[in-house]
């Protein structure tokens, strides 16, 4: 099983950036799969998770109206789109993956974690 993360890096404030996860190794379409954010010294922050269907989407309060979760099922692949993005949305992001919606912001109910990818917001 792999999930791998990719799209972080540098952007201004304001900005926008897409992330992708990859995954392999397990049937994506039977899974629900989300995004966590963590910060060194603070505990991994539920952002989105997005249901099988492509359409049931939940996100955290944080994120909500600017963030967008989507799922690409023939590709088996995962993305967060950020919008106006802000200084404290600074943060190392992982996908994840699970078997149902239930504890989404709950990261022990997780199955499978990607290896997480460098988002960083500064002027």
């Known amino acids: 099983v792999r999930l791998q993360a990719c799209g972080g890096g540098l952007v201004q404030p304001g900005g926008y950036l897409r992330l992708s996860c990859a995954a392999s190794?397990?049937?994506?379409?039977?899974?629900?799969v989300g995004w966590f954010r963590q910060v060194p010294g603070k505990e991994r922050e539920f952002i989105a998770l997005i249901g099988w269907d492509g359409i049931t989407t939940w996100y955290g309060d944080s994120v909500k109206g600017r963030f967008s979760i989507s799922r690409d099922n023939a590709k088996n692949t995962l993305y967060l789109r950020m919008n106006s993005l802000k200084p404290e949305d600074t943060a190392i992001y992982y996908c994840?993956?699970?078997?149902?919606?239930?504890?989404?912001?709950?990261?022990?109910?997780?199955?499978?974690w990607g290896q997480g990818t460098q988002v960083t917001v500064s002027s």
């Open positions: 190794g397990f049937t994506f379409a039977d899974y629900f």
């Open positions: 994840a993956a699970k078997r149902s919606g239930k504890d989404r912001t709950t990261m022990r109910s997780y199955d499978y």
